[in-house]
């Protein structure tokens, strides 16, 4: 059967955005339940200041709490060298870099220019390897900026060859506000074939004009067949106005199913530890 790797980002692409403070008993109990449910890949948390994600601020203290599956890898996103240093610490198989593929986001987002913040990733990208910890790059914008618009192809073939110049070992290609189309991804793709293959690669989909799934079947078509989605569509980025929810993971295995691929994952377990964890805060438990 034809195998797809799904890497579940809830717990952190997922809660980052919502405005309560999850609990930690409740993101530990997420992370289980997602493991549960057959995601081997689990982005647990970021080592951000917690000034910029005041909702993952308990980050080490989820990491050390969870009870780890054997054969699942739990990963975190790590801005800098004193972030590495945290997850590191805290035992992760892999860890997450973050540049974008435009300007405007990347100011906002990192608080400095593409070149400052490639500049920024090298040592953390050197120093995670050295450590033996897998690197996945992100690169934000692959399609349009909340800020700058449409991006062209070509900056992001770009951007994506410097993130694999800077030694990541896959990269992780972000519809950041949902903008994409099928069209749009191939045309992307098309781009990013320059550099590295797209099979590859991994795609990010935000689902905010409802066409994540058309993009997904796009993408399978161009050799693609890595995604990452988050349960119930849980998620946004803080920084991206417009960018509300990403694909749900539930949504994703199902349509993966009905097209004859596998991913391990039940879908069903999925979409009840996604709506488990959202009572954490839609019912008012939720601290803040």
């Not at 997850?87 to 860890?95: K, Q, R, T, W």
């Not at 320059?194 to 905010?208: E, K, Q, Y």
Request: hydrophobic share 45%.
């Amino acid at each position: 059967m034809k195998r797809i790797r799904i890497t579940e980002v809830g717990p952190r692409d997922g809660l980052q955005n919502e405005k309560a403070i999850v609990p930690v008993a409740a993101k530990v109990a997420f992370v289980e339940a997602l493991s549960a449910a057959g995601c081997s890949e689990i982005e647990v948390t970021s080592f951000v200041p917690p000034k910029w994600v005041p909702q993952l601020a308990d980050g080490a203290q989820v990491l050390r709490a969870i009870t780890r599956r054997p054969g699942v890898i739990y990963s975190a996103l790590v801005p800098n060298e004193r972030g590495l240093e945290g997850a590191l610490a805290c035992g992760v198989d892999a860890v997450a870099v973050f540049a974008a593929a435009s300007e405007g986001f990347s100011r906002r987002n990192t608080n400095g220019s593409i070149d400052e913040v490639l500049a920024r990733l090298a040592p953390v990208i050197r120093t995670a390897k050295a450590s033996g910890v897998r690197v996945r790059g992100y690169l934000s914008c692959v399609i349009a900026c909340p800020f700058d618009g449409p991006i062209d192809p070509s900056a992001v073939a770009r951007c994506s060859a410097r993130l694999l110049d800077l030694g990541i070992d896959e990269l992780d290609l972000g519809d950041t506000i949902g903008a994409g189309t099928p069209d749009s991804v191939e045309a992307m793709y098309a781009a990013v074939a320059s550099v590295v293959d797209p099979a590859a690669t991994i795609l990010h989909l935000h689902d905010t004009r409802g066409a994540a799934l058309r993009c997904v079947e796009r993408a399978l078509s161009l050799g693609v067949r890595s995604f990452d989605s988050a349960a119930t569509g849980l998620g946004g980025c803080p920084y991206a106005p417009g960018a509300p929810g990403n694909l749900a993971t539930e949504f994703l295995v199902r349509a993966l199913d009905a097209g004859g691929w596998h991913t391990g994952i039940d879908a069903d377990a999925v979409a009840l530890a996604g709506s488990q964890v959202r009572a954490a805060f839609d019912s008012g438990q939720a601290d803040g």
